[in-house]
């Protein structure tokens, strides 16, 4: 008995410390700031350092996303100038840091984004009939696919990220099996005018 009570002190012990520094951790991503350094005050995204909206963001396509680039699998094309900027952010994070970012940052309340593209929104209204089988008619996202929303998404982030696809610079790692799909979609978007219209369609869809 008293051996079992030894033996229960010991792991207190050990274990006590253990808890209080996975909370001390926790605290310290509560407490670190460090997404909306780039991402904005109020994560609505931020043009120049070309970070996108966080808040409103879907937690299961920013868990995927902060999983990808902390693997390597997103951010690490050599051409990929705006992903590089936040794979070395994503390293850093732990499975648990993921969770307190995802739970953080599902507080923050959605703004839309400021519409800064104009092309010929009817012309993409066209071209996103074939989007909308997984990014949905009003670009809403879906979960099922692993298509994010991109209705209320800056909309110079989209055509960076259209333009990355197409060229290869995102979606082509090996493991990128949700970001090849998105690739071959891009790919059937002829030129420049045709991502800038395609954008100017989704501005006109209310999130
Ligand atoms: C040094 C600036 C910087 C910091 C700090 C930073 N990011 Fe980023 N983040 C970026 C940039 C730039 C991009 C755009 C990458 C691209 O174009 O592929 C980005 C992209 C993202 C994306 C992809 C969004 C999407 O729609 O695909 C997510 C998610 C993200 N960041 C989350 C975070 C979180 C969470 C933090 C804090 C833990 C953070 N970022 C810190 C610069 C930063
Ligand atoms: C077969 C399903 C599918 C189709 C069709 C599709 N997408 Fe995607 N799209 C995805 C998936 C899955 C992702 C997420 C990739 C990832 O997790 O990195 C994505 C990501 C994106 C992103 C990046 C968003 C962000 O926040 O980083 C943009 C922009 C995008 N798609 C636009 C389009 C457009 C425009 C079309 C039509 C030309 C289209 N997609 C067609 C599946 C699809």
């Known amino acids: ?4 009570i030894f033996r229960i002190a010991v ?3 050990i274990c006590l410390p253990l808890q209080a520094r996975a909370q001390l951790e926790g605290e310290a991503y509560y407490n670190d700031l460090y997404c909306q350094t780039c991402h904005g005050a109020d994560g609505v995204g ?3 350092v070309q970070a996108p909206r966080l808040a409103g963001m879907e937690p299961w396509y920013l868990k995927r996303q902060l999983e990808i680039f902390r693997d390597g699998i997103r951010g690490t094309h050599p051409a990929d100038f705006q992903g590089s900027e936040m794979q070395p952010m994503a390293t850093l994070l732990t499975d648990e840091g993921i969770a307190e970012v995802v739970a953080w940052v599902g507080s923050w309340p959605y703004v839309p984004a400021e519409l800064t593209i104009e092309g010929d929104a009817a012309a993409g209204a066209a071209l996103y009939r074939s989007c909308a089988t997984c990014h949905g008619n009003s670009a809403e996202g879906s979960e099922a696919l692993g298509a994010p929303a991109l209705a209320g998404q800056n909309d110079w982030y989209l055509v960076t990220q259209l333009t990355n696809f197409k060229a290869g610079y995102r979606g ?6 949700q970001g090849s799909q998105m690739m071959a979609f891009a790919r059937m978007l002829a030129d420049e005018k045709a991502i800038t219209d395609v954008v100017s369609y989704i501005n006109t869809l209310a999130r």
């Open 46 to 48: 931020n043009e120049g």
């Open 1 to 4: 008995m008293s051996k079992c």
């Open 11 to 13: 792991a207190l012990l």
């Open 172 to 177: 082509a790692h090996a493991q990128d099996s």
